[in-house]
């Protein structure tokens, strides 16, 4: 379907001059109707009806698919309780394992959920800390079994549930105790067994 072009002639010497660009209009699929000789000519394109109706069938088609691609997406797990994990922190891979969560409504659990478990060493090494599934935020703490001191900290965030894959978990390891290593922040990642 042709383009149509409005037209606007003047005197030579002020805008494009018409026969020099006829044939390269046609060729580009103007419908400007005849031309008078000697006249210079200024060229808007519009579109024509069909073609914006056509656009805008297209667009809203896609703005659905999009829609309904959200709507199927996957999200973030409620519960981590009773999960087993494979870590690595710090070139170190350690076995966590998240026992409890608490539940919605306890003191202090409007949006994140208390959490408690263990890094699976040498002796055990008991973690706590919350995990908030409305954003896949965890932070844990792990603290002196007899002081009660922080001396590492994890904090990162677990993956969407998608079918058929492991869940994953990574973030920044905190070393605040140089008998866990040298102080400052490490990478970490787990997957889910």
Not at 72 to 90: F, V
Request: aromatic share 6%.
């Amino acid at each position: 379907m042709k383009k149509k072009a409005d037209m606007k002639c003047v005197q030579p010497g002020s805008t494009t001059e018409c026969s020099s660009n006829r044939s390269r209009l046609i060729a580009a699929g103007i419908d400007f109707g005849s031309i008078t000789a000697g006249f210079v000519c200024s060229f808007t394109l519009r579109e024509h009806p069909i073609m914006k109706s056509i656009k805008t069938f297209k667009l809203a088609v896609a703005a659905a698919a999009l829609l309904a691609a959200g709507a199927a997406s996957a999200e973030r797990p409620d519960n981590l309780r009773g999960t087993t994990w494979t870590m690595q922190a710090n070139r170190d891979v350690l076995q966590l394992v998240i026992d409890t969560q608490g539940g919605a409504g306890a003191p202090g659990a409007a949006q994140c959920r208390g959490l408690d478990g263990t890094l699976n060493t040498t002796p055990d090494i008991v973690v706590t800390g919350w995990y908030c599934p409305s954003t896949g935020r965890i932070h844990l703490i792990h603290r002196n079994l007899t002081s009660k001191i922080a001396v590492r900290t994890f904090t990162g965030n677990v993956s969407d549930e998608v079918i058929g894959q492991p869940l994953h978990m990574a973030g920044t390891m905190t070393v605040l105790f140089s008998a866990f290593g040298d102080l400052g922040e490490y990478n970490f990642s787990a997957v889910k067994q």
